[in-house]
């Protein structure tokens, strides 16, 4: 047994640390205007990302149609002897056509194959060469051309976007020294500390090998089975079964670059860095049951989502920050930085902004650029480097040989057009299927002199090569084993539950509760109960109870009360509700209601809400039918004057599922959303729809005109969700 009493002594040693911390992690952001971000914002909405790609873009207007290698030609019949005879072998245009539709797919990814991509643009806030040479952090407002791509894990691609999973956040950066990519995840640590077992949790996490059941899910045995057995899983586990499993959208969430890295200055001396992608739009997650019904009417919710708030003009921004912490400092937290299982937290180094990034245009073919778009922690600038971290080092090696694959052996994949760098690409790398260079040395080798001695190498003081931290010691016996200072998998998870709301700390239990009920054998949930109980017994209680066990006794050698800043996603307001979307439930026959609708949409829509007018039947007015319109579609509710009817004595109609205009306010309601109705009889019919009294309903707004209640539904979306709906277990801690 690991961890324990030592590790919790450790833990409070950090309000001693945080006075030593290192003297840049002090540096001041020179951007530290409140209203910076928001300057930028109005800026970047006239001026989009340059289009990198666009000499690669085809446009069809105003051409014949050809075959692939130019002639024009029609392609919608084929060549048959007779009509009704049998089709020609030397019909080469229906040769070409299917032959080159057999071929349309590459593998998806063996992880994260569903995902939705975009482009942006990078914006460093400085001069950070006194902390990294990496030239995209080398000078104020200096801008650098990005592409991301947000995905789930486990499912396939075509699963929901909903899955309750870590989502995969990577970007690259096209800067002018080579591509570098951040390849992170939306949660800051990882299941496990060696990247060699990174296929025994994949294989425990995906369908059953049998019956391919279920999919894009951890609620099965296997998963649990695995997670009980390898206590490693324990703090990714806590965070992915509480709301940043289920993010409202990719613009939600955070991003981190999980393992530690390294700055290096161009004389060469480094420090430990932790990457985070602070989003401007704040945190804010869906709840189960709404995400679990998404998954059936919205699978493309979250890359619905993407592709709206930037063609609407609102692309979601993220700050890049760095946690900076000196080298020797490695192990000095009672953690070890190499341990991809901890977080920082951010009272023992605060995170240092160094740019913002805004993604704001659209791919224009998902296939070409988000399908084939091949990141890889390998791909590194000066400036920045690896550390030892074997989840790290393994992953070096895993997505070379991953993009080997997908594009089918072949190994120039780094010159299909969303892979290229913007920077010229000169070396002794020849051939290989699909080359797309035509190089005219024909001296391909180093030393030559043929061809005066060029490419020429590039290092630490020539040609501003990329060049490893001198810093950088290994050494040591050769080990087939984790090191010792791996061993405390249980009192991170603790902090991080402890660092939730009370509320938040229900739903993680409930999700928990979700997954262990769907599990067949015993012997598992008991496993599962032991590990939880390493956290904290009062959430191996409480799950205990809702499956019918008995929890183990306490074991508080384990137990702390530490808490740290920044977990909670629910403990604030949103800074932004520019893209949220509100449902005003009108009525098509009721010409009062409609007026009502067509002010609240205009108010509304000042703040940059979308706002969606329901009623019984298509018209000028009406964006959506209540037979296609429910409560997952948004994030507040409205109630217009003249619709209550729908309420209460036209719930049947066969224009729509029975019930389903009150069924919007029940589920809105009960998933926590601010619902709202304008004047009495709107928000009579609504309070008793939701089930309050009078004016008693916190986010439950109802207003005379539509002005005041226009006031309410914007702070309630501010808001987002009322957590005081939700029933929490009683006596909980
Ligand atoms: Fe990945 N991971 N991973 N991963 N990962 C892949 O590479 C792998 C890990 C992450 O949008 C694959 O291109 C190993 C951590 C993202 O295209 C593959 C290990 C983190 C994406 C692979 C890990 C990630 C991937 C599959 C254990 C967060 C999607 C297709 C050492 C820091 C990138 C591909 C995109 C994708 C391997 C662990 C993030 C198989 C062996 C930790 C965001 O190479």
Known sequence: MHGGSSSMKRLLTWATLVGSMSAVTKAACPFADPNYHLAKRDEGASQQTENILEEYEVDDSNAYMSSDVGGPMEDQNSLKAGYRGSTLMEDWIFRQKIQHFDHERIPERAVHARGAGAHGTFTSYADWSNITAASFLGGAGKKTPVFVRFSTVAGSRGSADTARDVHGFATRFYTDEGNFD???????????????????????????????????????????????????????????????????????????????????????????????????????????????????????????????????????????????VDEEKALAFGFDLLDPTKIIPEELAPLVPLGIMKLDRNPTNYFAETEQVMY??????????????????????????????????GPNFEQIPINRPVSPVHNNNRDGAGQMFIHKNVYPYTPNTLNGGYPLQANQTHGKGFFTAPNRIVDGKLVRALSPTFDDHWSQPRLFYNSLTRVEQQFLINAIRFEASHLKNEQVKKNVLEQINRVSNDVAKRVAVALGLEAPAPDPAFYHNNVTAGLSIFNGTLPTIATLRVGVLASSFNDGSLAQARELKEQLSKEGVVVTVVGE?????????????????????????????????????????????????????????????????????????????????????????????????????????????????????
């Open 182 to 324: 951040i390849v992170g995840n939306n949660i800051p640590v990882f299941f496990i500390q060696d990247a060699i077992r990174f296929p025994d949790l994949i294989h425990s996490v995906k369908p059953s090998p049998d019956n391919e059941v279920p999919q894009a899910a951890t609620a099965h045995d296997s998963a649990w089975d695995f997670f009980s057995q390898q206590p490693s899983t324990m703090h990714t586990l806590f965070w992915a079964m509480s709301g940043n499993g289920i993010p409202r959208s990719y613009r939600h969430m955070d991003g981190f670059g999980v393992h530690t890295f390294r700055f290096v200055t161009d004389d060469g001396n480094s420090k430990l860095i932790k990457w985070h992608f602070k989003t401007k739009q704040g945190k804010a997650s869906l709840v189960w049951e709404e995400a679990q019904v998404l998954a059936g009417k919205n699978a493309d919710f979250h890359r619905q989502d993407l592709w709206d708030a930037i063609e609407s003009g609102n692309g979601p921004e993220w700050e890049l920050s760095v946690q900076i």
């Open 376 to 409: 890889q922690p390998g791909h590194i600038v000066r400036g920045v480097d690896f550390t030892e971290d074997p989840l790290l080092q393994g992953r070096l090696f895993s997505y070379l040989d991953t993009q080997l694959n997908r594009n089918q052996g």
């Open 617 to 733: 039947v298509l018209k000028e007015g009406v964006d959506q039918t209540y037979s296609a319109a429910d409560a997952t579609g948004y994030d507040a509710v409205v109630v217009t004057d003249g619709a209550e009817g729908l309420l209460t004595g036209g719930k049947n109609s066969p224009l729509f599922p029975a019930g389903r205009p009150g069924q919007i306010l029940v589920d809105s309601y009960r998933w926590g959303k601010p619902v709202a109705a304008v004047g009495e009889n709107a928000g009579q019919a609504l309070e008793q729809t939701v089930g309050v009294s009078r004016g008693q309903g916190e986010g439950v707004v109802v207003g005379e005109g539509v002005e005041q209640v226009v006031k309410g539904v914007e702070e309630g979306l501010r808001v987002f969700r009322y957590l005081g709906r939700f029933a929490v277990d009683e006596g909980a801690e």
